[in-house]
Every structure is written in structure tokens, then in C-alpha cells.
């Protein structure tokens, strides 16, 4: 993951006050610290960030088992600051690609990737103790610890009704790069708003200096 198109994005942000200007007062709201916020720790989440290609080997209470959380909360910092960028800089309340079922579109609980992946962080260590049912919200559902299984890094995942059976869930590391690219790359689209607004600016500096 190319950490240079954040650091570009950002000295887009700081390239003119075009960005400070028009988003540190939008009828009351100061949207300018939600694009600071959102940059900071899209910067922290992309810096370093391993996608664990070849990983093999896990034992029962290995380490690696906080490495892929790990993983996957830097995946939900990049998620969350796009969606808000998008939607300060285009001026919606729409979820950036709140609908795709691109990535895990085969995936056991026929949900939206979004849906998917809060399943994934959820069951992988977020709250594995304590999920709710998949399949049957009058249940609840229990995460085992994470073993390697013939499909990859993998849980149990356990019922509290008896009659229900056990699934398996796993994760592809693939699938949650393809998940993160997918909304860290909308920071070219970005870039390009913010690029107009700058030329904007400098335009208007150039009327000023030539009056």
C-alpha cells in the first residue's frame, strides 16, 4: 500500500487555504478538523501496514493472532477515514461504497463487503467473546481462538443454541487487501477536487495581483 498518496493528499490539504477556507465553517460545523483527524490516522494505519502474504505456522495463543487484528483495525482506520473525507468533500451523507459486494461476494452470511468485514473484525478479536448470531439474531455466537485450517487463518464459530452446528470462518489476506485498496485508492478522486479548489485559489490570487 503506496503510503506516498496519503502524504499527497495531505500536501494537496495544505497546499493553498482553499481547504481551510471552505470546510472550517459549513453552515456552523468545522468539517476542516474531520479532514485533519481523517489524515492523521489514515497516515498511522498505512505506515508499516503488513498484509501477512505466506503466513503460516499459528499455534494456539500465538502472537500473530494480535498481528492479524492488528491488521484488521489499521483496515478499519483507513475505511473510516475515507468514508468521512468523502463525505465532507463531496458533501454527502452517503457511505463510500456502502453497497459493493465485490470482495467477499461468496461470503457464508450473504452481506455487503462493509457488513462482512465488521463480521471479520468482530469475530478475529474485536468482541469474540460476546457476537451476536449471524444466521439467527436470537442467539448468540462464540469465537474460538484462531488456528490455520485448510482454507487459511481461521475460527470456530460456536452457537449458544445446541441444535445449531459450529461453521468455520476464515480469513483471506488477499480479500482484506483487495477491501482496503479499494477505499484507500478513492484518495485519487480526492485529490483532484482538492486540486481544482487550489487552482481556483491561485486564479483568483493572480486577478488580485493584476488589478
Known sequence: MDQLLIE???NRINETEYAWKTFSNVKGRNQWNCICSAMDWITVAVNGIDFMHGMSGIRHGSEKTFDVLTLIMRIALIKEGIEQ???V???TSEQYRKDDKIVWNGDPFGQTDNEYFEILRACFGAHPINLKGFTNSNMRQFASWPFMGTNGFSIFLCPSNSE???LILSISFEQLEKYALLRYQHLTDMIQIIEQGNLCVR???EVETSI
Open 8 to 10: 499527497k493528499f495531505r
Open 203 to 205: 486564479r483568483m490570487r
Open 164 to 166: 445449531e452446528e459450529n
Open 85 to 87: 473525507l468523502h463525505r
Open 89 to 91: 468533500l463531496y458533501g
